[in-house]
Structures are given as C-alpha cells and as structure tokens.
C-alpha cells in the first residue's frame, strides 16, 4: 500500500498493493506483526523477520515462524513451529508458501 491510497478490498488487488510497497524503505504502519514479518522477509532481512515473530504465540505468527525457520533450513525447528501452527503441512516451494501466508494474512 502506498501512502496516501486507500486499501482495495479484492484479494488480488490486496496482494498487489503489498507487493508494490516493497519498494518502500519500511512496511506499511497498519500491517500486523506477521505480514509485516513476511514484509522484511521479501526485503532480504530474515533476522527483523524473525525478531517479529519470535515471541509471539498466535497461529499465524507461528505459522510464520515455521517458514523462516524453514527458509533457514532448520528443518526440525521449522516442524516444531508449524506443530504449534496447528499445520502439518507447507507449500513445496518457500515462494509458494510466502505468498500462500501473505494471501493468507490479508
């Protein structure tokens, strides 16, 4: 979403708009803890990632959780999260579980 813009309420344009503030130096102010997470992901910074979602114990911030410690490739520690999640599963690509989480969360 850039600043200024009102937030669609089609799914795909949801997506987009998150997309497009990628370019922005910080996440929109209005995202939640774990699409801003996923936010900081996209922009290469896994630990502010990470560091988002760390304490937190909701299941989309665990679920959250799972896929960078997956991403990591810190398989049993990914398990563990997604356990927590309430999830036994995740998609076969990080890419497709990225944007299954942000579609998801928004």
């Not at 089609?10 to 708009?17: D, G, N, T, V």
């Not at 911030?61 to 999260?81: F, S």
Request: hydrophobic share 45%.
């Amino acid at each position: 979403m850039t600043p200024g813009t009102r937030p669609s309420t089609k799914p795909s344009a949801k997506i987009a708009e998150f997309k497009a503030s990628l370019a922005l130096a910080e996440p929109p102010v209005e995202l939640p803890a774990p699409l801003a997470a996923l936010w900081w992901d996209a922009k290469g910074d896994w630990a502010r990632a990470h560091g988002m979602v760390d304490d937190l114990s909701t299941p989309d911030a665990m679920a959250v959780h799972a896929y960078l410690h997956r991403k990591e490739d810190v398989e049993w520690n990914a398990d563990y999260w997604y356990s927590r999640a309430g999830r036994k599963f995740h998609r076969p690509t990080l890419e497709a579980e990225w944007q299954a989480l942000v579609e998801g969360l928004l």
